[in-house]
């Protein structure tokens, strides 16, 4: 997927067949200003109970498993993607189980990242219970 650069926030979610993305971004013109970074307005645990909310059938039609409807937020691999305006770079911070060459190239395509204006990093924020 091409898309203008992003921030916001993900998940990786086992699924029957394969890991799932599931994401909620901005751009950075919808971004909010943290400090020298932009980042997206809305946290983990806000979007999960917006998505369980909304139920299966939204998440149906998304193509977002339902596993969403019986999981904390913070069980499955997440990540955040935030943007440094003074050096211009990405911080793509996401769970060392998220840290592999497929799950990495799938979350900087969604979020339309140049290969040469991001970094990872790990958090101890982001850490899970469920494998992939």
């Known amino acids: 997927m091409i898309c203008d650069p992003c921030v916001g926030i993900f998940w990786g979610i086992r699924g029957f067949t394969d890991t799932c993305l599931v994401t909620d971004k901005s751009t950075l013109s919808e971004a909010e200003i943290y400090g020298e970074f932009l980042t997206h307005p809305r946290g983990h645990y806000e979007f999960w109970e917006k998505l369980r909310r909304k139920g299966a059938a939204f998440l149906k039609k998304q193509g977002w498993p339902l596993q969403i409807l019986s999981y904390e937020y913070e069980e499955w691999p997440r990540g955040r993607i935030v943007f440094n305006t003074t050096s211009q770079y990405f911080t793509l911070y996401a769970d ?29 924020h982001y850490r899970s219970s469920q494998s992939l």
């Open 96 to 124: 060392r189980k998220l840290q592999h060459p497929h799950s990495l190239t799938r979350i900087i395509n969604e979020f339309g990242l140049d290969a040469h204006t991001y970094e990872v990093k790990s958090d101890p």
